[in-house]
């Protein structure tokens, strides 16, 4: 079992930064991929970005690519999310998730651990 917490959301202007954390517990957080999904109203939850259970591979949505950075610290039970120059559109609630696998993936359905979820409202 893997219970997540985030932290970090709060109420930027455009082209600001946000850093979000998403703290773990259980001792099979280090061995599995992570993975940051996002979900504004009305919208479906989308793939933000995951990375590999050691954090050396990252992938990104096009959206964020270039601007947002996913890190993982599993000595301390620790997953990040660094979103740069923020945009009105990436408005959502972020969620941090964990899939029982060392290879991560961009459908939320395949992972099976869930946090509650941070919002980040980016004014224009």
């Known amino acids: 079992q893997v219970q997540l917490v985030e932290s970090g959301g709060g109420l930027v202007q455009a082209g600001g930064s946000l850093r979000l954390s998403c703290a773990a517990s259980g001792s099979a957080f280090s061995g599995y991929a992570m993975g940051w999904f996002r979900q504004a109203p009305g919208k479906e939850r989308e793939y933000v970005s995951t990375t590999t259970w050691n954090g050396e591979d990252k992938f990104y949505a096009n959206s964020v690519k270039g601007r947002f950075t996913i890190s993982r610290d599993n000595a301390k039970n620790l997953g990040y999310l660094q979103m740069n120059n923020l945009k009105p559109e990436d408005t959502a609630v972020y969620y941090c998730?964990?899939?029982?696998?060392?290879?991560?993936?961009?459908?939320?359905?395949?992972?099976?651990?869930w946090g509650q979820g941070t919002q980040v409202t980016v004014s224009s």
């Open positions: 998730a964990v899939l029982k696998s060392a290879t991560p993936s961009p459908y939320p359905y395949e992972y099976s651990y």
